[in-house]
């Protein structure tokens, strides 16, 4: 299709165990972002891209959190031992240029066991 | 002091009428703009429309227009005839234009529930 695109769209892990999560984002899109969304709550950011230059990591939660997009284009958010708090949905966004809305994908909904 | 506030958890409306969702904002930035987006409940989220701090006229897309009244920094959401498919929660959402980068910042959404 040509909208953003996520996998998994479900991810179930045990706590300590390392995560990936992969965005495609829609061809041509300059800029790229992660969300958290906790239950019940709007998303929260993380962190952006623009082409392969991570310029914005001021939202990732601690150091556990690593994104990286290699070549301006799909991007993977790892987490690394894992804790029960980490459990939600990642989002993830692009955008055509620097300011135009931004399109979601669906989302990996993340459960830390 | 929240970003964006909505104050309404809940809504229902009767299938056809109209229903104002709203949102007030906090920004010191002289430029910004202002989103709205819904979120079904099976998760992806939905860009409905968009508001430019400098933008002369009120934003409309189709059934929705965004009532923008930048003196009480307010942008509420306006949905005419409503539908049942309209049943979503629906997110308002800031960027802004210097020093916050271009990431969203969202309020905590108002679930709106359309009745027959």
């Known amino acids: 299709g040509a909208g953003v695109s996520q996998s998994p769209r479900y991810k179930v892990a045990k706590r300590g165990q390392d995560v990936a999560l992969r965005c495609d984002p829609i061809?041509?899109?300059?800029?790229l972002f992660w969300y958290q969304q906790a239950l019940g709550q709007g998303p929260e950011f993380l962190t952006y891209f623009q082409n392969e230059a991570q310029l914005d990591k001021s939202g990732l939660p601690s150091d556990r959190f690593f994104a990286e997009r290699p070549e301006g284009s799909v991007s993977t958010l790892k987490i690394q031992r894992t804790q029960q708090e980490d459990s939600a949905v990642y989002l993830c966004a692009s955008s055509l240029g620097t300011m135009g809305p931004q399109h979601f994908g669906d989302g990996t909904r993340l459960s830390i066991l | 002091a929240q970003k964006i506030t909505q104050t309404q958890p809940g809504m229902f409306v009767q299938e056809k009428e109209a229903v104002t969702l709203d949102c007030t904002y906090d920004?010191?930035?002289?430029?910004?703009?202002l989103f709205w987006y819904k979120q079904p409940s099976s998760g992806e989220m939905i860009f409905l429309i968009y508001?430019?701090?400098?933008?002369?006229q009120n934003a409309t897309e189709g059934r929705y227009s965004l009532n923008f009244q930048k003196a009480r920094k307010s942008a509420n959401l306006v949905i005419s005839a409503s539908q049942l498919g309209d049943s979503a929660m629906y997110f308002c959402a800031m960027r802004e234009g210097t020093g916050g980068g271009n990431k969203l910042t969202f309020g905590t959404g108002t679930q709106l529930k359309v009745e027959l």
């Open positions: 061809s041509g899109h300059v800029s």
């Open positions: 508001q430019g701090s400098y933008d002369q």
């Open positions: 920004t010191s930035d002289p430029s910004y703009g």
